[in-house]
């Protein structure tokens, strides 16, 4: 044993609180064995007086089972007369002796030979809920169903556990327990304890139990007392005072490892959140700009951690007090009343909500669900129908994502439709009052949009424009970039982004090039204006040489070329030429302006406009001198000399 002693002076601190706590705790759990196999003989003698053998329990038991009526085999004591609602006016009972008074019976020695049922009934209470639960240490024993004139069941019952205390609190509880019986009071049935009259049994109680009779109902009620208080007052005892020390012992030594091991957690997750700080936990960022620094989101973390760690261990030290106090039965009421109040908010409010919503949030989980794959069903058969794999007559190809986007749009606003009524607080006055709110911001907000959603629906069946093709729009020409609902967004080839609401797409007249480009080609065309004293037929060959010298203009269909107006001093001619490039339309016109050019000057014609005259005398022809033969001579001017009166 020194041995012993040195090697524990050899721990710290904590570890000798521990093999302390653990050997009280071994001691608390084996001391009731050992007082059961080795009773005190002093508290032998003391028993003596006032317990019965056991055969004059038996035949007294089995005399009260047989025959409530006849006379009891150990008279009471004449009972006071009946001043609280649970006892029934009768005529005085005989006059009976007392019990045995003698030296003061501990109670747990007393238990040991008293509390044995000489015959084990079932009773056949009912199991539902109704009337007013009789309780023991919180147990429920049974419940009370009727009224008694004008006392309710509620009333009853607390007289009845007034009464019952009482009972405990006597000295002679033990022996007053063994004598809980039954007996007849006119037409009533009274329970009494020695000279303890508890309750009344009528027979509206036996018709509230399912019974024939009150007889029968007052035997089981008085043979679940029995039972109950016995198990009551056998907790009561030194034993089990003991071992509730040991458990409590040994609940704080689980309490102490279980701190050390939530402490030693919370440091290891304190150093990986600083060894994560600038790499795994980075700042948080739009584009190039830091919104939070890396060292602020870990100092939240951290702070977010501490906190953490004072409720759980404020749930731990809660759970601890709530163990340590239920192993005592003094205290175990206390522990009781404090985990109903913790756990009255849980499961008198938040549980019963939780388990009642489960059918809506499984009903929400079905629709959202069944929702996903249903627009994923239908993203796939319109992506087929864009890929051609899938056709269907009539449909456009190019008109599969604009309907799957309207498609997507209905199915999730009938999918919200559906979810709307079990939606968390959907029939609450606030709810209804945001729901109307919201409908009227999105009626006035919508009453110029619906217009250009209407035209975006129009203008991608109707196929006036698709997202790349060359269109003019009034007076913006441009590629079209995007194509939504609300408007549409063009590129010019001056590089401008210009949108257009769709309603005023619509209202304007569209010119697509791209379109006319894939039946048979664009024809481009331009014109010039050339005098009359060039041959037409020189003008044409020119025209036609110049388009097919242009690149990205069609050899067939040929360049045809129209005379479009005579005009007072010159002719004008329109070359028209084909090409499949309609995004290129400014740099093929640029270009075969060039030819057409060159082709003239080559072919000396000049291009003239209304106020140059084709009789020039005297001026130089426009045609540049490097085009011009070798032997050009600008005209002269010609003077005719009038003679008059003999005169020049």
């Known amino acids: 044993m020194i041995l012993a002693l040195k090697r524990v002076r050899e721990f710290d601190k904590s570890y000798r609180v521990i093999c302390l706590a653990a050997v009280l705790g071994l001691i608390g759990f084996f001391f009731p064995v050992l007082a059961q196999e080795h009773p005190a003989p002093a508290i032998e003698k003391e028993v ?103 006392y309710t069941a509620k009333v009853r019952v607390s007289s009845i556990e007034q009464r019952l205390k009482e009972l405990i609190d006597d000295p002679d509880c033990a022996a007053l327990i063994q004598q809980i019986k039954t007996e007849e009071s006119g037409y009533s049935t009274n329970i ?28 089981d009620y008085a043979y679940l007392l029995r039972k109950a208080l016995a198990q009551e007052l056998r907790i009561n005892t030194v034993e089990t005072n003991l071992a509730a020390i040991g ?31 600038g790499t795994v936990i980075g700042p948080l960022k739009i584009q190039q700009a830091e919104l939070v620094s890396a060292a602020t989101i870990t100092d939240l973390i951290s702070g977010f951690i501490r906190a953490t760690r004072v409720i759980v ?51 929400i989980i079905f629709i959202l669900i069944s929702t996903y794959y249903v627009i994923a069903f239908t993203h796939f058969i319109f992506r087929e129908i864009e890929r051609e794999t899938i056709t269907m007559p009539g449909f456009d190809p190019d008109w599969s994502m604009p309907t799957y986007k309207i498609a997507r749009f209905l199915i999730i606003a009938f999918a919200m439709i559906l979810l709307f009524p079990y939606l968390p607080g959907a029939g609450s006055p606030a709810f209804q009052q945001v729901s109307i709110f919201l409908g009227v911001l999105f009626s006035l907000a919508s009453t110029g949009a619906l217009s250009h959603i209407i035209s975006g629906i129009f203008l991608t069946y109707t196929g006036a424009l698709r997202i790349g093709d060359r269109v003019k729009i009034a007076d913006t020409v441009g590629d079209v970039m995007e194509k939504t609902l609300l408007a549409t967004r063009i590129k010019t080839i001056k590089n401008e982004i210009i949108t257009i609401p769709n309603g005023l797409v619509l209202g304007n007249h569209i010119v697509n090039y791209s379109a006319s480009a894939k039946k048979g080609g664009l024809i481009l065309h331009t014109s010039v204006t050339i005098g009359y004293d060039v041959p037409w037929q020189d003008v044409h060959e020119a025209l036609l040489e110049s388009a097919r010298e242009t690149e990205h203009i069609l050899e067939d269909p040929a360049p045809f070329v129209w005379q479009t ?16 490039h309609p995004h290129l339309m400014a740099r093929i016109y640029a270009e075969m302006h060039l030819k057409i050019q060159d082709r003239f000057h080559k072919k000396g014609i000049e291009i003239l406009s209304p106020a140059y005259s084709a009789i020039r005398d005297g001026n130089k022809i426009t045609i540049p001198a490097n085009e011009l033969p070798g032997n050009y001579q600008a005209p002269s001017f010609n003077v005719n000399l009038i003679e008059r009166g003999g005169k020049l």
């Open 48 to 150: 003596a007086a006032p317990v019965k053998s056991e055969p004059a329990r038996e035949a007294q038991s089995e005399t009260e089972t047989e025959n409530e009526s006849e006379p009891e085999p150990e008279p009471l004591s004449t009972p006071a007369p009946a001043t609280t609602p649970e006892v029934a006016p009768t005529s005085a009972p005989a006059p009976a002796p007392a019990v045995q008074q003698g030296p003061p019976v501990p109670k747990f020695e007393v238990l040991e030979k008293v509390y044995k049922e000489p015959v084990e009934r079932t009773p056949h209470l009912k199991k539902t809920a109704g009337g007013v639960p009789l309780l023991i240490d919180g147990k429920e024993i049974f419940r009370i169903r009727a009224s008694l004139g004008a």
């Open 565 to 580: 107006e005579l005009g007072d001093y010159s002719v004008k001619y329109e070359i028209n030429a084909y090409t499949e």
């Open 313 to 363: 261990f404020i749930s731990i030290i809660s759970i601890y007090l709530s163990f340590v106090l239920s192993y005592f039965p003094a205290t175990k009421p206390i522990a009781q009343e404090g985990i109903h109040l913790l756990l009255r908010p849980i499961a008198g409010v938040v549980w019963p909500a939780i388990i009642s919503y489960i059918p809506n949030f499984l009903f």
């Open 247 to 277: 458990l409590a012992i040994l609940t704080t030594v689980a309490l102490f490892f279980l701190i050390r091991s939530v402490n030693w957690l919370f440091r290891q997750v304190y150093v990986l959140l600083h060894r994560w700080k």
């Open 192 to 219: 009494v304890a020695g000279s303890h009259t508890l309750f009344t049994v009528t027979e509206p109680d036996a018709v509230a139990e399912g019974y024939s009779s009150r007889q029968e109902l007052a035997k």
